[in-house]
């Protein structure tokens, strides 16, 4: 390949040809409208649950309440994840809506 290009050549290259018309979109079409077809609806799939046995489940044990050092009761929580700190959290998080008191006591 020769780098010795000339300049007519390096025009013609980077721009195209100078006579060479250019692209010209037909716009005199009309717009028309497709015809609206009405088509019965199709049977709903329903998405199948997964089977909630398969996943393994962390229990978290709570121990919540209003009051400080007052009546505890204790909750437990169930997490999808392996995470313990994760379901840890998560269930932290959700006693917390309900309760001012929140203590782990543990995570199985």
Avoid: C, W
Wanted: hydrophobic share 40%; net charge neutral.
């Amino acid at each position: 390949m020769t780098t010795d290009l000339t300049e007519e050549e390096m025009r013609r290259t980077l721009f195209g040809e100078p006579g060479a018309p250019a692209l010209v979109i037909d716009t005199h079409e009309q717009d028309t409208v497709p015809e609206i077809v009405i088509t019965e609806p199709t049977a709903v799939l329903k998405k199948k649950k997964l089977s909630k046995t398969l996943a393994s489940r962390l229990r978290v044990t709570l121990r919540v309440g209003n009051e400080f050092e007052g009546k505890m009761h204790e909750i437990v929580h169930e997490a999808n994840t392996l995470s313990s700190l994760v379901a840890e959290q998560e269930a932290t998080k959700i006693a917390k809506k309900k309760f001012r008191f929140v203590e782990v006591v543990s995570v199985k």
